[in-house]
Each structure stands twice: as structure tokens, then as C-alpha cells.
């Protein structure tokens, strides 16, 4: 059974 | 800050070296060394970083994730471009000068 797709996304974290 | 490249279908592209990335909670979290800047791609976002450590064409790509995920190839294959121009950038991945399949 396939898994559920979903959009892929790029976040950027703000870490100092 | 934008490279003004695109992608080209024929072009294979590769991630970048110079990235440490680390799995949390099953999404992939990247520290690129050169920037100091940190990013998180997601799951899918982390098949697909994992599939760019060897030279894809962005055919191979949609094809192996069309044999994961449950989705119409022409959706994959949108979302896929849209994902990858953010992943060029901000320099995680770049295209390689020759055509494959």
C-alpha cells in the first residue's frame, strides 16, 4: 500500500 | 538570495556538498556548514535528499516516488519542480552540464 502524498516543502529555520 | 538558474528536465541534478543533515522525528533537518543556515525539507522533502545523494534526472525522481506515494504523476511532477527551484536557491542542490535519461 502506497503512503499519502503530500506537497514537499523547503522551511527555513530561524536558529541563532 | 536567488541563483537565477532554473531547471532543465534533461540536466541531472545532485544535492550539494558541504550540508549536515540529521532525521527528526522522521523529517529531515539540514545545517548548511558555509551559511550557518538551517533548514527543515519535511519527510518527502528527506526521500527526495536522499535520492539526490547520486546524479537524477527529475524523470527518475517522479518515478520513485511514484512508487512510494499515492499520487498522479503530473501533481508529483509540479510539486517536485516547485520544491526542487527552492532547494537550487538557496544552493542545496545544482544541475550537472550533460544531458541523461
Not at chain 2, 57 to 63: A, L, N, Q, W
Request: with cysteine; proline share 3%; charged share 25%.
Amino acid at each position: 500500500m502506497k503512503k499519502e502524498w503530500e506537497t514537499p516543502k523547503l522551511e527555513v529555520l530561524h536558529i541563532k | 538570495m536567488s541563483t537565477n538558474q532554473s531547471l532543465l528536465p534533461a540536466r541531472p541534478i545532485q544535492r550539494e556538498t558541504g550540508n549536515i543533515a540529521s532525521d527528526m522525528n522522521g523529517e529531515k533537518v539540514l545545517l548548511n556548514v558555509n551559511k550557518g543556515k538551517y533548514f527543515n525539507l519535511g519527510e518527502i522533502g528527506g526521500v527526495i535528499w536522499e535520492l539526490l545523494e547520486q546524479p537524477m534526472s527529475i524523470r527518475s525522481i517522479v518515478d520513485q516516488l511514484l512508487s512510494i506515494y499515492a499520487v498522479e504523476r503530473a501533481t508529483c511532477e509540479q510539486q517536485l519542480l516547485a520544491f526542487l527551484d527552492q532547494l537550487l536557491d538557496e544552493g542545496l542542490i545544482f544541475m550537472h552540464d550533460e544531458v541523461r535519461d
